[in-house]
């Protein structure tokens, strides 16, 4: 009992004396090793030197490991993918860009297609109403023509067929008279009497 | 062999597993170097390995590495700036140490590197040592400047300098403490409940359906610890930034 909390006043003089009657129990009752005994264990100076030298190999290792290798792996990798990530923004703003001109150029051309129809349409009316009104004009014509034709024809049938009647009433005279009177008349009085007749 | 089962404290005793003794030092490799060498080992593997493909689309292992590497990024340029990231691999580094000799402390029977004030002592003077240095190197004695606030009242600035200094020297310890208490009292949190469920479930029956509490706690503290295991890297990763920002700008 002594001994140990000579030890903890050694080792550790904040270690309060229940520490150190714990140190003694375990003293008596297990093998840890001499020196780890009287203190509270993270508290005893002699683990120090050992933690530190271990704590600063380990460590230097880890940071040049790290600072050599890991940080430049993934600091690259990290990087280039915000490269690429800006690189297919950008390719992606680019092609919108396109996009959005074809479509422009697409409504442009629409609506010079409806112009072009409308004026189409409109011509192809006005040349149908020409050319009906020609044929039209032309049928009518023809039409006028024959009329015409035909008003001569009649009008010439009709002179042949007054002519006509003039002769067979001479003749008709002519026969009337002589069934009658039973003599000849003359063929110049008898036209002349039909004549004053007709007239 | 029993009292050691649910002594709380036995967890944190260094064994030697290779004595070592140059100089009259001893450099033993204890289970602590051990477990730094696995700490190390882990980190690195884990970091080299998951990023191997590099592929562009990341896997789930690859995108925990980019994670880590993207959260500390952020956090040291927050902090200090783009003039900082010089000092990216040394943050990086103190972060998965710290974090993954938290994480692996958490597992059975393994050993808390950092439930040693010594290890996390060291890491703290080596930040502290590499603000001096450069902050030194760069500014010259400029650097002084940060412990003369602008703006103070002259009659005041003896006062405020005494502070400044003094918060300046507590910063190693209170960085060193401020990881080392967590780790170590959470271990001994989880032994004590853990230790209940032992001693409790060998008094028969009735202990056993008592020990359900404790187990329960038990479990609770573990998501607690893991909690706390990132929570502390985080803490000790961050305020390395901040204290490397003073370095950099020593002018507040």
């Known amino acids: 009992m002594f001994v140990t909390s000579a030890f903890a006043q050694e080792s550790a003089p904040a270690a309060d004396t229940s520490h150190a009657a714990t140190g003694a129990d375990t003293h008596s009752g297990t093998s840890v090793p001499a020196e780890a005994h009287g203190a509270f264990p993270p508290f005893d100076p002699a683990t120090f030197p050992s933690q530190l030298l271990w704590l600063a190999i380990t460590f230097g290792l880890f940071y040049l490991f790290l600072k050599r290798v890991v940080v430049p792996r993934v600091g690259g990798i990290i990087d280039v993918r915000n490269d690429r990530i800006s690189q297919d923004l950008d390719q992606a703003s680019k092609l919108k860009g396109e996009a959005d001109a074809a479509v422009a150029a697409y409504e442009q051309e629409l609506a010079e297609a409806k112009k072009n129809a409308s004026s189409i349409g409109q011509q192809a009316a006005d040349a149908a109403k020409a050319e009906a009104e020609t044929a039209r004009k032309k049928i009518e014509a023809a039409l006028d023509e024959k009329l015409g034709e035909a008003e001569a024809r009649i009008s010439s049938i009709k002179a042949n067929a007054m002519k006509e009647v003039g002769s067979i009433a001479e003749d008709t005279a002519s026969a009337i008279v002589e069934a009658l009177v039973g003599g000849k008349a003359s063929k110049a009085e008898i036209a002349a009497a039909v004549k004053s007749v007709a007239r | ?248 700008h020593p002018g507040h």
């Open chain 2, 1 to 248: 062999m029993a009292a050691d089962k649910v002594d709380p404290i036995h967890q944190f005793h260094i064994i030697k597993l290779v004595p070592i003794n140059i100089g009259g030092y001893d450099l033993s490799f204890t289970n602590s170097a051990l477990f730094m060498v696995a700490t190390v080992v882990v980190a690195a593997a884990f970091l080299f390995l998951t990023t191997s493909s590099r592929s562009l689309v990341p896997g789930r292992l690859q995108s925990i590495s980019e994670m880590a590497y993207e959260f500390v990024g952020n956090m040291l340029r927050d902090a200090a700036g783009t003039q900082g990231m010089k000092f990216f691999p040394f943050v990086f580094s103190l972060f998965m140490f710290v974090l993954v000799a938290n994480l692996l402390g958490l597992f059975p029977y393994f050993f808390t590197v950092t439930s040693h004030i010594i290890v996390t002592f060291g890491l703290a003077a080596l930040v502290i040592g590499t603000v001096v240095v450069y902050g030194f190197m760069k500014h010259g004695l400029g650097f002084l400047k940060l412990f003369v606030p602008h703006g103070v009242p002259v009659f005041l600035l003896p006062l405020v300098v005494l502070i400044e200094v003094i918060s300046f020297v507590s910063r190693p310890v209170s960085l060193s403490v401020r990881l080392f208490a967590n780790m170590l009292a959470g271990h001994i949190t989880l032994k004590v409940f853990s230790g209940f469920v032992v001693s409790l479930s060998a008094l028969g029956a009735v202990g056993v359906a008592g020990s359900v509490l404790p187990l329960a706690m038990a479990v609770a503290l573990t998501a607690l610890e893991l909690l706390v295991a990132f929570l502390q890297a985080y803490v000790f990763a961050v305020l390395t930034c901040m204290y490397l920002n003073d370095a950099l």
